[in-house]
């Protein structure tokens, strides 16, 4: 599952430019729910976040959605139109209340004519976003959706490493189980019942908008169940 660390380094090297991009920059806030932009949407600029989070979807003729990408403070995102990519291949919805800075696409490119540094990070980004969905189709294809709905749980906590606690527990707050079910390409009823199954084995605990994930039992579990499938039948 592509990670929003992905776009670390590339999001520094602009930070490092920020004060010339500025006349190309434009200060945005979204609500919850609200598409930042939408499938086909003319892809003109990248988005930085300055607060809040968002995610990157896909969504099939029937509705159902898939998430792509997740996003907090310091990302960037919205950057494969420096690829030229002319109309926006996915939709962007913020997750939560967020702020975030819109630069346009000639300033960026701009910056890359005279900052060599920046234009390797992107070249950096776009090799591990090629990998990162290299790892997704296989997880995919060959993993059982509670070793994928696992995975996904501990690269969450992981993303999270300020939660950490001192016994190595993880939060993942703000996630809904139809979230999860989006994230690994399943039905809310199926997260739902491993959740539960995992939180009898003790691999983590849940409330109604947070996770407590614990490291040790869960990895514990991905290196010696190489195949759990649950006895329900996958959407």
């Not at 004519?113 to 969905?133: G, I, K, T």
């Not at 109604?208 to 006895?231: A, G, W």
Request: proline content about 3%; overall charge neutral.
């Amino acid at each position: 599952m592509l990670k929003a660390v992905c776009c670390v380094d590339f999001s520094s090297a602009v930070r490092a430019h920020i004060t010339e991009l500025k006349p190309f920059s434009s200060k945005l806030s979204f609500r919850k729910g609200e598409s930042i932009y939408r499938l086909d949407e003319p892809a003109s600029a990248i988005f930085w976040i300055e607060q809040g989070r968002a995610k990157t979807v896909i969504i099939s003729p029937e509705g159902q959605e898939k998430i792509i990408g997740l996003y907090g403070p310091g990302d960037l995102f919205g950057e494969l139109c420096l690829c030229e990519v002319a109309r926006r291949q996915e939709q962007a919805i913020a997750l939560e209340p967020v702020e975030l800075l819109s630069i346009h696409l000639s300033g960026v490119t701009k910056l890359f004519a005279h900052a060599p540094e920046v234009s390797q990070a992107f070249l950096q980004v776009v090799c591990r976003r090629l990998m990162d969905y290299q790892k997704q189709v296989a997880m995919l294809s060959f993993d059982s959706v509670s070793r994928r709905l696992a995975k996904e749980l501990m690269r969450l906590g992981q993303s999270e490493a300020e939660s950490a606690a001192a016994n190595g527990a993880r939060a993942v707050n703000g996630w809904t189980h139809e979230d999860l079910a989006n994230l690994v390409g399943t039905t809310r009823e199926v997260v739902t019942l491993m959740m539960n199954q995992f939180r009898e084995k003790g691999m983590l605990d849940y409330g109604r908008r947070n996770i407590m994930i614990f490291s040790d039992r869960m990895k514990d579990y991905l290196e010696n169940s190489p195949d759990c499938r649950v006895p329900v039948r996958q959407s």
